[in-house]
């Protein structure tokens, strides 16, 4: 089987997911007048807007019926395509969405959920949120909403999100099946606001390791991260790994906060300059909370903007340790600005650089596609699984603070490459994670066994209950009812990475993310060598004259 076919994807959404299609408003121009007879020429002012003017001249000339707002929504795109690839345009219906995952809460019934066999199952439901209060619980199946079927008619997830999602305060009646109950119980519910988290998860690895998953940068990410810093000094955290692998970013502030906590007073965290933006330059102020505690940062290829931003200003600081594989590379700043018809646009005003002066933003020069298909050329190119595959631009070379040279043009390179690892791919697994059979079969187990699962309240005591169950051949039969044709050959070497990704997805749905992420860290190559890394007593930064 051709791997790289089968990581293309996986990697082409989520590089496609990193930017939103762009635009701009434009404003109303004067009516073209019309001269003479002859041809029927049309002349325009020559004071006149030309593509106000084009848009009029179409509005009132044009052979057949055109809707003008539709006309300017569709063209403002095209206009941003000649600036950058993360200046984008934002239409009024989609404002509330795209601002909701960084604001850091939404009107809702608080459940998480996930449809199994065509019906709504709950997952887990939000710590004091509106379903909580009213006794939903999880393994709950919605069947009805507002009196409408939703079970079994093939409505998608978005369609339902869509239905109990809603300005809060307004009320939302649902019907729910319970496993033990042989007729609907019938909720209103009013709802409520629903946080959306963004530090993932956070637990200590060993006695005095610490793990923080940061997933984005939100309005609440710094109070988030605070409360997890807490969390594991209680329970003597003395070196802390902050993972922003798949963290495409956020506000600046945020990421601005969360670096001032590990660094001295005067250490410069970032600078950003643009055209019209003069150069501003942010330093620590001495008073953050961590900045005596060992740091290990993980970052991949699709850590972006602010997480580049941490990352980069660590690495300068000679701080602490990057692992992982080179950053997506977005040194753009943008900020929002409101539009009157309620759209808005992200416009870049200005380009930041990390301490030593690196400018990270890769090229774009070449169009927008290309600029998507960057990723995917750095995969085929080898990057992925050899770091010397990595050419740098020599005339971008910067020092950090102790001398360490590090290069700018494109991302952040981290101190410790990690190649990607596939040793366990195999077209069985292939097929089994495509047919979502490892996700159905766990939610499945979970389901069954709810009521003896949540007995366990750590992912140790789960893993070890699960480790005693012939979890992976009864997932085997389960697959081969859904089509997947058994190969012995494959199995054997996906064995052990189909069971932990099962264990992992099982323990997801009793104890959410403080499950999963301990348990999946087992096949985690990137932390792994972080951990190798700390242990080995790496992360303290003392570099000789040959590694300068």
Do not use: W
Not at 170 to 189: S, Y
């Amino acid at each position: 089987m051709n791997y790289k076919n089968s990581v293309k994807q996986i990697i082409l959404p989520i590089v496609l997911a990193l930017v939103l299609v762009g635009g701009y408003l434009l404003g109303k121009a004067s009516a073209p007048s019309r001269e003479g007879t002859a041809g029927n020429r049309l002349f325009i002012y020559p004071q006149t807007n030309k593509i106000d003017a084009l848009l009029n001249l179409i509005e009132e000339e044009y052979v057949d019926t055109i809707n003008k707002n539709e006309l300017v929504e569709s063209l403002i795109p095209e206009i941003l395509k000649n600036l950058d690839p993360h200046t984008v345009y934002i239409p009024a219906e989609d404002l509330q969405e795209a601002n909701q995952e960084l604001e850091g809460n939404f009107g809702g019934i608080g459940v998480q959920f996930s449809m199994q066999d065509d019906t709504v199952m709950v997952i887990s439901v939000v710590s004091g949120g509106p379903s909580e209060k009213l006794g939903i619980i999880p393994g709950d199946r919605i069947i009805k909403v507002n009196d409408s079927l939703i079970a079994g008619v093939g409505l998608g997830s978005d369609k339902v999100v869509g239905m109990l999602r809603g300005d809060m305060g307004t009320k939302v009646k649902v019907g729910v099946l319970r496993r033990d109950r042989p007729e609907l119980i019938d909720f209103e519910i009013t709802r409520g606001s629903i946080p959306v988290y963004s530090v993932d998860v956070s637990y200590m690895i060993t006695d005095s390791i610490g793990y923080i998953k940061v997933s984005r940068f939100g309005r609440n990410t710094y109070q988030e991260f605070l409360t997890a810093l807490a969390r594991l000094k209680a329970y003597n955290c003395q070196s802390l790994v902050v993972d922003l692998r798949g963290n495409s970013g956020g506000y600046l502030d945020i990421a601005i906060s969360m670096t001032n906590e590990f660094l001295n007073k005067g250490d410069l965290i970032v600078y950003t300059e643009g055209k019209s933006s003069p150069r501003q330059d942010v330093f620590a102020n001495g008073l953050g909370s961590c900045r005596d505690i060992r740091l290990t940062v993980l970052i991949d290829e699709f850590s972006a903007s602010a997480s580049e931003i941490f990352a980069g200003a660590i690495q300068d600081n000679d701080r602490g340790l990057l692992v992982g594989r080179r950053s997506f590379g977005k040194g753009l700043v943008q900020q929002q600005i409101a539009l009157p018809d309620g759209s808005a646009i992200r416009l870049t005003v200005a380009r930041y650089f990390t301490p030593s002066g690196r400018g990270i933003q890769k090229p774009y020069e070449n169009g927008v596609e290309d600029y998507h298909l960057d990723i995917l050329s750095r995969f085929e190119h080898g990057e992925f699984y050899e770091a010397d595959s990595i050419e740098f631009d020599k005339s971008l070379e910067f020092s950090t603070v102790n001398g360490r040279r590090v290069f700018g043009g494109g991302g952040v390179m981290p101190d410790v490459f990690v190649p990607r690892d596939t040793t366990a791919f195999s077209d069985y697994y292939f097929e089994i994670r495509d047919k979502g059979v490892l996700y159905q079969y766990a939610l499945k187990y979970a389901d069954d066994n709810r009521i003896q699962l949540q007995r366990f309240e750590t992912a140790e005591a789960l893993k070890t209950h699960l480790d005693q169950q012939a979890l992976i051949e009864d997932m085997v039969r389960f697959a081969g009812s859904q089509g997947v044709e058994f190969n012995t050959n494959d199995f054997n070497r996906s064995k052990k990475l189909m069971e932990v990704e099962l264990k992992a997805y099982i323990a997801r749905n009793i104890l959410d993310n403080d499950g999963f992420y301990p348990i999946i860290g087992g096949i985690d190559e990137v932390l792994k060598m972080a951990i190798q890394e700390i242990q080995a007593g790496h992360d303290i930064l003392e570099f000789s004259e040959s590694e300068k």
